[in-house]
């Protein structure tokens, strides 16, 4: 479970218990405040592991251990997966500051430190020999790697809820990958006529979704971190800057040296007055405030004219789930932009716009938007601009992950990507990993995608969403359950209730498509 989810899972385990009372649930001991939580409550009897890591520099490594796991991997190379950590793989982290480790460039602390945690998840494995294993929402760092690479290894099932980017529906995902391949089954059987089911629905909710493309209805575009920022005037400015760096430097000095105090007070030798940390911390916060001013001044950004003709590429926080674990191996947005750069037609160019996000809780490097802004055929757009006109006006999208590809492909536009998506299985995008091609594939892309009929497009899409309102779920608070909002104890009840339902949605299809056996009747 995770610091935000988990009175959400205790309520899914609660839920699957009144339906399967001979359930046994275990979880790893990670946030004082949901150990604590599950230790107070008298619902259920967990079995909670303790996952602490202790002194790492103490441990050798453990070569024949990594050899065997990497042997395993799909990409057959560790530190792709060491990539993934914003502290330990800070070094292979881009486009981010405040995650610095005194060990990312130290390569025997970090594959002692691997090792350790294969080792570690082995024995959890071992002891408590889960049928499922439903990690928490969104989790990164090389665990994730671990936990699905040991799942696979002793036939358990990983299952990951996550959403389908319809509406509120969600699904579980059996990888760290997000995959949905019961998805992509019954698509592609719709897509070639191998399968008939009821479609009524389905044309209902597409032309839903179609009258809502301008201001689109999804959990993820409306919330508290994408709240507007806006000042009104210089002296306003300056005042917020002032008021804000004194503030936190005031705070920050008091809050270390309070740690500080506490750690002597409890004996613990290891809490000293850091000068560093304290460095660090009013740097990033510093680093922040200007940033936000950058970001929000009137002349930040270009609007183009109406016949410039543009690829667009959105920016988006970083470190994240979407970058670090899913984009791996495409996590310098620098050199993906400069790429796009070089592959484009003579007359386009690359319009990147920064995720909102970053306002709040993303601190970029001093000289990330000059170093786009150095290429002569790229231009930044103003924050604030709609991401709806940026996306209908463009010639093409490209896109790791992210909703922008799939609104893109909703509104008839073509789309690159440089990992398989949720939408990939469409065949409305083209997937590009070799940057030699990139520049063919935009060419001919743009020749395909713009023979497709709107019908034709419809009735792929319409497959998909009959597939979505088939095997998904809908969440009512999904903004509580994927750590968007806080929610009260009631919205995480009914968020954990639901995700039950889903699960066991889910494990009935296994059931009945997969050959699997749980004992779960149809009527359950």
């Known amino acids: 479970?995770?610091?935000?989810?988990?009175?959400?899972?205790?309520?899914?385990?609660?839920?699957?218990?009144?339906?399967?009372?001979?359930?046994?649930?275990?979880?790893?001991?990670?946030?004082?405040?949901?150990?604590?939580?599950?230790?107070?409550?008298?619902?259920?009897?967990?079995?909670?592991?303790?996952?602490?890591?202790?002194?790492?520099?103490?441990?050798?490594?453990?070569?024949?251990?990594?050899?065997?796991?990497?042997?395993?991997?799909?990409?057959?190379?560790?530190?792709?997966?060491?990539?993934?950590?914003?502290?330990?793989?800070?070094?292979?982290?881009?486009?981010?500051?405040?995650?610095?480790?005194?060990?990312?460039?130290?390569?025997?602390?970090?594959?002692?430190?691997?090792?350790n945690r294969i080792i570690t998840i082995k024995k959890l494995f071992?002891?408590?020999?889960?049928?499922?294993y439903i990690p928490a929402v969104a989790m990164g760092g090389f665990d994730v790697t671990i936990f699905c690479e040991v799942c696979k290894e002793n036939n358990v099932l990983y299952l990951v809820p996550d959403s389908l980017r319809v509406k509120n529906y969600c699904l579980f995902s059996p990888d760290h990958?997000?995959?949905?391949?019961?998805?992509?089954?019954?698509?592609?059987?719709?897509?070639?006529?191998?399968i008939e089911l009821d479609k009524t629905s389905?044309?209902?909710?597409?032309?839903?979704?179609?009258?809502?493309?301008?201001?689109?209805?999804?959990?993820?575009?409306?919330?508290?971190?994408?709240?507007?920022?806006?000042?009104?005037?210089?002296?306003?400015?300056?005042?917020?800057?002032?008021?804000?760096?004194?503030?936190?430097?005031?705070?920050?000095?008091?809050?270390n040296l309070l740690m500080c105090f506490r750690g002597l007070l409890k004996g613990h030798k290891l809490k000293i007055f850091s000068f560093i940390k304290v460095y660090r911390e009013v740097r990033n916060r510093v680093l922040s405030v200007l940033q936000k001013l950058k970001l929000t001044h009137p002349k930040f950004g270009t609007?183009?004219?109406?016949?410039?003709?543009?690829?667009?590429?959105?920016?988006?926080?970083?470190p994240e789930y979407s970058n670090n674990v899913l984009g791996t191996m495409w996590m310098d947005h620098h050199h993906l932009i400069e790429t796009l750069?070089?592959?484009?037609?003579?007359?386009?160019?690359?319009?990147?716009?920064?995720?909102?996000g970053v306002l709040s809780d993303r601190v970029r490097p001093m000289n990330f938007y000059k170093k786009i802004e150095r290429l002569p055929n790229v231009f930044l757009a103003p924050i604030y601009t709609s991401s709806h006109e940026i996306i209908s006006n463009a010639e093409m999208v490209a896109v790791i992950s992210g909703t922008s590809g799939w609104?893109?492909?909703?509104?008839?536009?073509?789309?690159?990507?440089?990992?398989?998506?949720?939408?990939?299985?469409?065949?409305?995008?083209?997937?590009?990993?070799?940057?030699?091609?990139?520049?063919?594939d935009i060419y001919e892309e743009i020749?395909?995608?713009?023979?497709?009929?709107?019908?034709?497009?419809?009735?792929?899409?319409?497959?998909?969403?009959?597939?979505?309102?088939?095997?998904?779920?809908?969440?009512?608070?999904?903004?509580?359950?994927?750590?968007?909002?806080?929610?009260?104890?009631?919205?995480?009840?009914?968020?954990g209730r639901e995700l039950a339902e889903g699960l066991v949605k889910h494990l009935n299809y296994l059931q009945e498509e997969k050959g699997y056996s749980f004992g779960i009747s149809q009527e359950t």
């Not at 071992?126 to 499922?132: A, H, S, T």
């Not at 990958?177 to 191998?194: A, E, R, S, Y």
């Not at 044309?203 to 920022?229: C, G, H, Q, T």
């Not at 750069?341 to 909102?356: L, M, Q, R, T």
């Open 1 to 115: 479970t995770s610091t935000f989810g988990y009175k959400t899972y205790h309520a899914l385990a609660k839920r699957i218990k009144e339906q399967f009372p001979e359930t046994i649930f275990g979880m790893e001991a990670i946030s004082p405040a949901a150990e604590k939580f599950h230790k107070e409550q008298t619902d259920i009897e967990y079995e909670i592991f303790d996952m602490g890591h202790g002194d790492v520099n103490e441990y050798e490594i453990d070569f024949e251990i990594l050899r065997k796991f990497e042997d395993r991997l799909p990409h057959k190379s560790l530190w792709r997966s060491i990539a993934v950590n914003r502290n330990l793989g800070n070094a292979f982290l881009h486009g981010s500051v405040g995650y610095e480790s005194e060990y990312s460039i130290d390569r025997d602390y970090i594959l002692r430190y691997y090792s």
């Open 126 to 132: 071992n002891e408590f020999k889960p049928d499922i």
């Open 177 to 194: 990958q997000i995959t949905f391949p019961q998805i992509d089954d019954l698509v592609q059987k719709l897509i070639n006529n191998k």
């Open 202 to 255: 389905a044309e209902k909710l597409f032309n839903e979704i179609m009258n809502e493309l301008e201001d689109p209805d999804y959990f993820d575009s409306k919330n508290a971190r994408l709240k507007k920022v806006e000042f009104r005037g210089p002296s306003h400015r300056i005042f917020f800057m002032a008021g804000a760096i004194s503030y936190y430097i005031i705070t920050i000095i008091i809050n």
């Open 303 to 318: 609007i183009l004219e109406p016949s410039q003709k543009y690829i667009y590429f959105p920016l988006s926080g970083q």
């Open 341 to 356: 750069a070089k592959s484009i037609p003579h007359d386009w160019v690359v319009y990147v716009k920064e995720h909102p």
């Open 407 to 440: 609104e893109a492909i909703w509104r008839g536009k073509p789309v690159i990507e440089f990992r398989m998506n949720l939408w990939s299985v469409l065949g409305l995008s083209k997937k590009c990993t070799d940057i030699d091609t990139l520049s063919n």
């Open 447 to 495: 020749k395909r995608i713009n023979k497709i009929s709107f019908e034709d497009r419809k009735r792929i899409i319409v497959c998909f969403l009959t597939a979505v309102l088939k095997l998904g779920f809908k969440i009512t608070y999904p903004k509580q359950l994927f750590y968007i909002e806080p929610g009260t104890d009631e919205e995480y009840e009914v968020c």
